[in-house]
């Protein structure tokens, strides 16, 4: 059973299991920031984040948040724990009948064997795996580059370099200041 959730915070040991669990651990859940974005903020955005309760009989086997933006016929996932195929299953066949037509983007652990699974059973388009970093101590750096934040100047050098075929189009991260910090290395004048 699917029931729409007004707050994930009751649900925080399930969370907390699933997302310890190396297998299973959401990328979108790395930080203390990503959980109070991803997670417990999205009751505050009723409009666009749907949290989803999957549960057998009593117990949750699956939550899931979902940035859901209907008159962009788009959705993200922004939390996916579960470790039961049931929960997957039932989270993707609502989406594919509720949700008829929308472009979905799924960012989720590689571990994730059984969302792997089933993704590639629905014949879904596979990027090329992207790995986070994550700074834990002071970098030697020496390079010919230097490093900024974007500013307009380089609008243009940034777009032609963003890929074309996907959601996050270029102009939709430089206008998301929200969710995106762009990073560019630059070497005389040229990102």
């Known amino acids: 059973m699917i029931k729409r959730l007004d707050s994930a915070r009751e649900h925080l040991d399930f969370i907390n299991k699933i997302n310890s669990d190396p297998k299973f651990s959401d990328p979108m859940l790395c930080t203390d920031e990503q959980i109070k974005c991803n997670l417990l903020d999205a009751e505050n955005k009723k409009n666009t984040n749907y ?13 899931f948040v ?22 997957y299953n039932d989270i993707l066949a609502f989406l594919k009948t509720k949700y008829k037509g929308y472009n979905i983007d ?17 014949k879904a388009k596979f990027e090329v795996e992207q790995q986070k970093m994550v700074l834990k ?5 020496s390079s010919n580059c230097h490093v900024e934040l974007y500013s307009p100047k380089y609008r243009e050098q940034y777009i032609a370099m ?13 206008e998301a200041t929200d969710k ?6 630059i070497e005389k004048e040229d990102v």
């Open 137 to 141: 101590n002071e970098v030697v750096h």
């Open 180 to 185: 995106f910090r762009i990073i560019l290395a």
């Open 66 to 87: 979902f940035l859901i933006l209907k008159d962009e016929n788009y959705i993200e996932m922004l939390v996916g724990l579960s470790k039961n195929p049931k929960a």
């Open 51 to 63: 949290i989803f309760g999957i549960f057998e009989e009593q117990e949750l086997i699956g939550l």
């Open 106 to 122: 799924f960012v989720y652990n590689p571990n994730n064997y059984i969302l792997h699974k089933i993704l590639k059973n629905e």
């Open 162 to 174: 963003h890929s074309k075929d996907v959601y996050w189009t270029a102009d939709k991260v430089i």
